[in-house]
């Protein structure tokens, strides 16, 4: 599928957003073991969890964290949106197989 080489099981901690992780949230949630930061999933997680709905979550990681506040990186924007363009038929692809797969009447906890 083109995918096999990026796919990675982690750590995903969730901030309240909207704006991007600092350097020192970084490296906070670093050394609790995080390894990918983002704004999303975990709020639809919970939803979904209460209304006894099974999940699989999954993120595609569109900046990397900056730790060094030396660097003159940062996150930015159009980069971010630019990611996730190049990736979105790759996404696409993963998402329609996993769908096939989900058997019916399966969707509760």
């Known amino acids: 599928m083109g995918c096999s080489g990026s796919v990675r099981e982690g750590v995903y901690c ?7 992780e600092t350097i020192a949230e970084c490296r ?4 609790l073991g995080a390894d990918a930061v983002g704004m999303s999933t975990v709020p639809e997680v919970i939803v979904a969890r209460h209304s006894g ?3 699989f979550g999954f993120s595609l990681i569109t900046n990397k964290a900056v730790l060094d506040y030396e660097s003159t990186e940062k996150a930015n924007h159009a980069e ?26 399966n969707n509760l906890a």
Do not use: D
Not at 14 to 20: D, E, H, R, S, T
Not at 80 to 105: F, P
């Open 14 to 20: 969730a901030l309240g957003g909207p704006n991007y």
């Open 28 to 31: 906070f949630l670093q050394r």
């Open 53 to 55: 709905m099974r999940v």
């Open 80 to 105: 971010v949106l630019e990611a996730s363009r190049q990736s979105a038929r790759t996404l696409e692809k993963l998402v329609s197989l996993m769908v096939q797969r989900i058997e019916r009447n």
